[in-house]
């Protein structure tokens, strides 16, 4: 939701941001690797040589979706900080976001609702169920969840205009909260996706002011952030200290899980650390979005961003119709610990590399621009 009029970092079309594109790439590249360490994240594979690398990867990709729910609250606080003019605004902001993100979520829904059991098509019930709550697939419920929070903007964007550094502790600190209040069952509802998450929210909101708070209409990832880089390696030794209780707190209590389900919900007891990784590591991501984006890497993970959003939405598609089997993804992995590594960062890389190319061939088709959340006639580039 900010319009991109200014060229950002090696932005190929100058009414893009390139760090936002990065920080897409970013995240989806983190989503991809979550659920690929997931599936490979079972008893066996963890008790073999290189199994804690599963687990540390599985722990730290977490950061994916949190990186993108930040990047759409960072862009509703940098465009939206200000009221909605009135009912009809609000509706016309919702709008412009439906018509873009929900024909492409409902078609892959249906599409990975019939690959899992086509009889579940045959239920009106089943189907709408889904949609609403986005349970076609693992990853489906982002969609929702971020509605959630478009909806909800009038209410949260008070938060936004917290700017001092007393408001930025106040929204990061209650969004801590929330999630572990979350996380006990203290306030269970049907926003507990978006409550979980809700410390990425404080993050979005507040990443303005980190970034040097710089004026509507200017580059984000301007000067302001050029200056505040200094705590970038405070954020890294935050980030490493909660990932260390992250991973110690998983390894403690591994051996008494006995199926992947069991070490996925172990991968995410520890709230309030796996909070402050994810959170260190987008300020710190933000920060250095600038510099990143002028590397030829920069410019490879810009072009995945472009892309991520039908990206995220055919990967696991590809990964259980196509990788998983090609890597034998349910076996164990020859030559030790090197091999369980490779096994893992190669299925990944194939995942995001056959659904991107996939999501290209469909952006470049006349009319199936759509089908994977992009317009035909590209209009100026909004942040979330």
């Known amino acids: 939701m900010i319009p991109t009029n200014i060229a950002g970092a090696r ?226 030794a935050a980030a490493a200290a909660a990932l260390f209780v992250c991973a110690s707190r998983f390894f403690a209590f591994a051996p008494e899980a006995t199926s992947r389900g069991a070490l996925f919900l172990v991968t995410m007891m520890s709230a309030a650390p796996q909070a402050l990784l994810n959170c260190s590591l987008i300020a710190a991501l933000a920060l250095l979005a600038t510099p990143l984006a002028r590397t030829r890497a920069g410019g490879w993970i810009a072009a995945l961003g472009r892309m991520s959003y039908g990206v995220f939405l055919v990967h696991l598609l590809v990964a259980s119709t196509v990788v998983y089997r090609l890597f034998a993804i349910d076996t164990a992995a020859p030559g030790g610990a090197a091999g369980t590594v490779l096994r893992m960062t190669g299925a990944w890389l194939a995942v995001l590399l056959v659904s991107y190319a996939g999501t290209l061939l469909l952006a470049r088709i006349p009319n199936l621009a759509w089908t994977v959340g992009l317009e035909r006639a590209p209009r100026p580039e909004t942040v979330g």
């Open 11 to 236: 932005g190929s079309d100058s009414r893009r941001i390139g760090e936002i594109d990065v920080l897409r790439g970013l995240a989806i590249a983190g989503v991809v690797m979550r659920h690929v360490s997931w599936q490979l994240l079972t008893p066996a594979n963890l008790a073999a040589p290189g199994g804690s690398a599963i687990a540390i990867a599985c722990i730290l990709s977490d950061v994916g979706v949190s990186l993108f729910v930040a990047v759409s609250a960072f862009g509703l606080a940098w465009r939206y900080a200000a009221p909605f003019s009135g009912v009809r605004a609000w509706l016309g902001f919702l709008a412009s976001r439906a018509s873009r993100l929900l024909p492409a979520y409902v078609l892959w829904s249906i599409v990975s609702l019939a690959a899992r059991d086509r009889a579940l098509l045959s239920s009106p019930s089943d189907v709408g169920g889904a949609l609403l709550f986005g349970t076609a697939d693992v990853q489906f419920y982002y969609v929702p969840m971020v509605f959630e929070l478009y909806i909800l903007w009038p209410l949260v964007r008070p938060l936004a205009a917290m700017r001092s550094a007393r408001g930025v502790i106040v929204v990061l600190a209650a969004g801590a909260a929330v999630a572990e209040l979350v996380w006990r069952a203290v306030i269970p509802s049907p926003w507990t996706p978006l409550l979980y998450l809700s410390p990425a929210v404080a993050t979005g909101l507040v990443l303005p002011m980190l970034l040097g708070n710089p004026a509507p209409g200017s580059n984000p990832f301007g000067a302001g952030a050029a200056r505040r880089r200094a705590l970038v390696p405070i954020l890294i």
